[in-house]
């Protein structure tokens, strides 16, 4: 049986040492990485795509409960179990589903009642996902492919790349268009396109789109292609030297 991915964050390194050694004790889990501020915690989460993970509130920055806040956005997000000193946010915890909320210092016994309700947690959304999938009439999509961490002013922020409409470049940033908006990035095209060549195609000198909301190729009066976008998404300008490979991807989509 494949053993869970756990995360853990704390700025305390006795605590998550603690708790390390705690899950080490547990055959059916495995330790892929720590973090120490909130921050880092989203960047690890989009990095590891852990499926629990152990997390302390009070931290550096952004704390545990806006971590928590913004991973219960995702599609796809961990399981979250709470480890903290602190008794008073049991009720904001029942806000963000976590699925446990547990008081240091952590019991083994208590910590692995918490994975295995965890672990019940990510089966259920699993089922639910695979549900939607089954009775879903649009044409199927990429399958989830895990989260980005982008820096911005606002600080890390994790975007569903399954999620991505487009991104376009302005000057020296980029701009992705998602599900849940728009997040301007220090990120390049090149660096977008090289990281998930599956999910994103270039169409244009500062245009990548993500190809699961493709949905034709037509020309415009003016003479130029468009790429028509699903869910009344809108059109996007085609290059010249790019709409070979659009075509390329669209006769690939076609049935056998």
């Known amino acids: 049986m494949k053993k869970q991915k756990i995360l853990i964050a704390d700025d305390e390194p006795l605590a998550r040492e603690r708790l390390r050694r705690l899950v080490e004790g547990l055959p059916e889990?495995?330790?892929?990485?720590?973090?120490?501020?909130?921050?880092a915690t989203l960047a690890r989460v989009a990095e590891l795509q852990p499926d629990i993970l152990l997390l302390d509130i009070r931290?550096?920055?952004?704390?545990?409960?806006?971590?928590?806040?913004?991973l219960s956005q995702l599609d796809n997000p961990p399981a979250i179990i709470f480890c903290t000193a602190y008794d008073s946010y049991a009720i904001q915890a029942f806000?963000?589903?976590?699925?446990?909320?547990?008081?240091?210092?952590?019991?083994?016994s208590a910590l692995e009642e918490a994975l295995a309700r965890a672990g019940r947690v990510n089966r259920v959304q699993l089922h639910a996902i695979s549900g939607m999938a089954a009775t879903n009439t649009t044409p199927p999509s990429q399958p989830l492919e895990g989260q980005m961490s982008v820096r911005t002013h606002r600080g890390t922020e994790l975007i569903d790349i399954a999620g991505i409409h487009y991104c376009q470049a302005d000057q020296k940033y980029v701009t992705i268009h998602?599900?849940?908006?728009?997040?301007?990035?220090?990120?390049?095209?090149?660096?977008?396109?090289?990281a998930y060549p599956q999910q994103l195609l270039r169409i244009h000198r500062n245009t990548l789109v993500g190809v699961r909301f493709i949905q034709a190729l037509k020309r415009a009066p003016e003479g130029h292609n468009l790429v028509l976008l699903r869910d009344g998404l809108g059109e996007l300008q085609v290059s010249r030297r790019h709409a070979s490979s659009v075509r390329q991807w669209l006769q690939g989509q076609q049935p056998g």
């Open 29 to 39: 889990y495995q330790i892929c990485g720590e973090a120490s501020d909130g921050d």
């Open 59 to 70: 931290m550096p920055g952004m704390d545990g409960m806006e971590v928590a806040t913004r």
């Open 95 to 108: 806000d963000v589903q976590a699925a446990a909320y547990l008081l240091k210092p952590v019991r083994k």
């Open 178 to 194: 998602h599900t849940r908006g728009e997040t301007v990035s220090d990120y390049t095209l090149k660096d977008l396109e090289n």
